[in-house]
């Protein structure tokens, strides 16, 4: 599976957009990008996930450069809830649906 | 739906003790998986199941087995504790193979001293 770089951590004011950033330069044809969350001694939660064109769900959008080398997350209206470990994996459709995690970014949402 | 639940939510261990980590899912998912997390790491993959009767290794599976003898339940077996197994384990399920999300359990902590 391709490697994932995100910056360890960022704030975000309540009540703003958080853009959370994710290379994947090496990443091939059929991986998709996929975005985990995982709040304070809780499970791992789904987000969104796509391919290469921008996809929004009620939780997030994501949008995926045109060369597919990065993607970013967005939250459009960050709550304190959103404070959380948010992970990009990069895998493919059919990989058995392993899931391989690295050290994410840790969003502080401030009020 | 209940989703994924895991008992018990503690453990402390001592070494060379056993124990099962018990992981239950009521969505009739076919895949089921466990990880490890170990404080301020990712979840690492342990092992997971396509199915009842079927398992396999996934990136740290020394020190433990499993079982899947039903589509709900997917055992984790700790036969020897040591002090390296200390961490927090997920369990998760997911339908299918095809992109399906995964989900997850409330996590077990265990500290084996």
């Known amino acids: 599976d391709a490697k994932t770089t995100q910056p360890p951590s960022m704030d975000c004011a309540e009540g703003r957009a958080a853009n959370l950033p994710c290379n994947h330069s090496?990443?091939?044809?059929?991986?998709?990008v996929y975005w985990y969350r995982q709040i304070h001694s809780q499970g791992p939660q789904y987000i969104i996930h796509?391919?290469?064109n921008n996809e929004t769900n009620e939780m997030a959008s994501l949008i995926i450069t045109e060369d597919r080398k990065s993607s970013t997350l967005i939250l459009p209206h960050a709550t304190l809830r959103d404070t959380a470990v948010y992970y990009c994996?990069?895998?493919?459709?059919?990989?058995?649906?392993?899931?391989?995690f690295g050290g994410g970014t840790r969003l502080m949402v401030k009020p | 739906n209940a989703g994924v639940t895991q008992t018990p939510k503690f453990r402390i261990l001592k070494i060379g003790q056993s124990m099962t980590l018990q992981c239950t899912q009521d969505?009739?998912?076919?895949?089921m998986y466990w990880y490890r997390q170990d404080p301020g790491m990712g979840l690492k993959l342990i092992y997971y199941?396509?199915?009842?009767?079927?398992?396999d290794k996934g990136e740290v599976p020394n020190g433990y087995n499993v079982s899947r003898s039903t589509t709900e339940d997917f055992p984790l077996r700790l036969e020897l504790a040591a002090p390296s197994q200390t961490s927090v384990y997920f369990c998760?399920?997911?339908?299918?193979?095809?992109?399906?999300?995964?989900?997850f359990g409330p996590g077990t902590r265990l500290l084996v001293l």
């Open positions: 969505m009739n998912h076919n895949y």
């Open positions: 998760a399920s997911s339908y299918s193979r095809e992109g399906e999300t995964q989900y």
């Open positions: 796509g391919l290469k």
């Open positions: 199941s396509v199915g009842a009767g079927i398992t």
């Open positions: 090496t990443i091939s044809g059929n991986e998709y």
């Open positions: 994996i990069v895998r493919p459709l059919n990989a058995g649906n392993m899931l391989t």
